[in-house]
């Protein structure tokens, strides 16, 4: 198995910024590509950013030239650098992992989500 653990969330003014963490560990894997995800109360879940194991990087409109994903191969750690955030910004993020595992009999391809982590944009 593979765990995600996010951390960073919090309250946060509008224009602050927060910055969010996702370490993934566990069975021996080769990491694809990770991303961000966010839920906003009564919407679907709708992608953030995510970066691929060569440094390829996609961001939702929303947020281009506020957020800045990236990444620690040696740690396997994402990074979502938030500024200038705004109230419509307020959600649970979620961490999501694209990898191959290789704990079992044949190498499969798996995604993992971690538990999110509340990020709340107020004054």
């Known amino acids: 198995q593979v765990q995600l653990v996010e951390s960073g969330g919090g309250l946060v003014q509008p224009g602050g910024s927060l910055r969010l963490s996702c370490a993934a560990s566990?069975?021996?894997?080769?990491?694809?590509?990770m991303g961000w995800y966010r839920q906003a109360p009564g919407k679907q879940r709708e992608l953030v950013a995510t970066?691929?194991?060569?440094?390829?990087?996609n961001y939702a409109d929303s947020v281009k030239g506020r957020f800045t994903i990236s990444k620690d191969n040696a740690k396997n750690t994402v990074y979502l650098q938030m500024n200038s955030l705004k109230p419509e910004d307020t959600a649970v993020y979620y961490c999501?992992?694209?990898?191959?595992?290789?704990?079992?009999?044949?190498?499969?391809?798996?995604?993992?989500w971690g538990q999110g982590t509340q990020v709340t944009v107020s004054s």
């Open positions: 566990g069975s021996t894997f080769s990491m694809l590509a």
């Open positions: 970066i691929t194991s060569g440094g390829t990087t």
């Open positions: 999501k992992a694209d990898l191959i595992n290789y704990s079992g009999t044949y190498p499969r391809r798996d995604d993992y």
